[in-house]
T-cell receptor
Framework: GENVEQHPSTLSVQEGDSAVIKCTYS??????FPWYKQELGKGPQLIID?????GEKKDQRIAVTLNKTAKHFSLHITETQPEDSAVYFC????????????FGQGTRLTINP | ETGVTQTPRHLVMGMTNKKSLKCEQH?????MYWYKQSAKKPLELMFV???????ENNSVPSRFSPECPNSSHLFLHLHTLQPEDSALYLC????????????FGPGTRLTVT
């Protein structure tokens, strides 16, 4: 089955700097890769996703890149702000309709003012 | 908020108790999910329901019994749980066909004593 590895487990950056979180996956059939942000006391919130037919997707300060050959994908956050502090999860799915998401272990991102 | 609500938000139960978790989605979706989030472990998919029918059981012990009476409501019935079942239980919903994005509720924090 699919296995997703996420690094680093913790990340601390200065406000205004960029943050990068990386994930690798094992199943070459995976075709959907979402990123979730989880704040304290809340459920995960979908922030961006990418499908296997594109290599990069951007949404304001957030971007995701996908390298299918190497089976890894990354989340890039630019101009970080204190409200970006949270736990971020990557996931992958090869199932129809992406119903069987396999998650990474999570990255605790702290933005230092 | 995401349009997926869960009750109760916190639950403490003894190993011999029977309790139920409730999830309701207000997004017009027709697929619903239960996930388990334990400390230091990735989110684990437990069950998937499409159009009220269970389509995935990820080898979950029988002490967890899901119920989906309609596409908007999902329950997780709990009985004779073990302390290691203490975790955050998250409900999510999505479109069953043609849709990928899963939207999560805030979760129920369960403690088994």
């Amino acid at each position: 089955g699919e296995n997703v590895e996420q690094h680093p487990s913790t990340l601390s950056v200065q406000e205004g700097d960029s943050a990068v979180i990386k994930c690798t996956y094992s199943d070459s059939a995976s075709n959907y890769f979402p990123w979730y942000k989880q704040e304290l006391g809340k459920g995960p919130q979908l922030i961006i996703d990418i499908r296997s037919n594109v290599g990069e997707k951007k949404d304001q300060r957030i971007a995701v890149t996908l390298n299918k050959t190497a089976k890894h994908f990354s989340l890039h956050i630019t101009e970080t702000q204190p409200e970006d502090s949270a736990v971020y999860f990557c996931a992958a799915s090869a199932a129809e309709g992406a119903q069987k998401l396999v998650f990474g272990q999570g990255t605790r991102l702290t933005i230092n003012p | 908020e995401t349009g997926v609500t869960q009750t109760p938000r916190h639950l403490v139960m003894g190993m011999t108790n029977k309790k139920s978790l409730k999830c309701e989605q207000h997004l017009g979706h027709n697929a619903m999910y239960w996930y388990k989030q334990s400390a230091k472990k990735p989110l684990e998919l437990m069950f998937v329901y499409n159009f009220k029918e269970q389509t995935e059981n990820n080898s979950v012990p029988s002490r967890f019994s899901p119920e989906c009476p309609n596409s908007s409501h999902l329950f997780l019935h709990l009985h004779t749980l073990q302390p290691e079942d203490s975790a955050l239980y998250l409900c999510a919903s999505s479109q069953a066909t043609g849709g990928y994005e899963q939207y999560f509720g805030p979760g129920t924090r369960l403690t088994v004593t």
